[in-house]
């Protein structure tokens, strides 16, 4: 079964944007409560590659 990722949206400006900034090259581990998160770019799928 696929899930759908959910998608929250970033404003400009924002700590989060900062922390986006740095993925951009390279990912980046976040953690909370020792708990780690791997922040990467995500590229988009072409739907029109394979046409």
Same mark, same amino acid.
């Given at each position: 079964?696929?899930v759908?990722?959910?998608?929250?949206?970033?404003?400009? #400006?924002?700590?989060?944007?900062?922390?986006? /900034? @740095?993925?951009?090259?390279t990912?980046?581990?976040?953690?909370?409560? #020792?708990?780690?998160?791997?922040?990467?770019v /995500? @590229?988009?799928e072409d739907i029109?590659a394979?046409l």
């Amino acid at each position: 079964m696929i899930v759908e990722l959910k998608r929250i949206r970033v404003s400009p #400006g924002s700590e989060i944007a900062a922390l986006l /900034e @740095e993925a951009t090259d390279t990912p980046v581990l976040l953690e909370k409560d #020792g708990r780690l998160y791997r922040l990467a770019v /995500e @590229e988009q799928e072409d739907i029109w590659a394979d046409l």
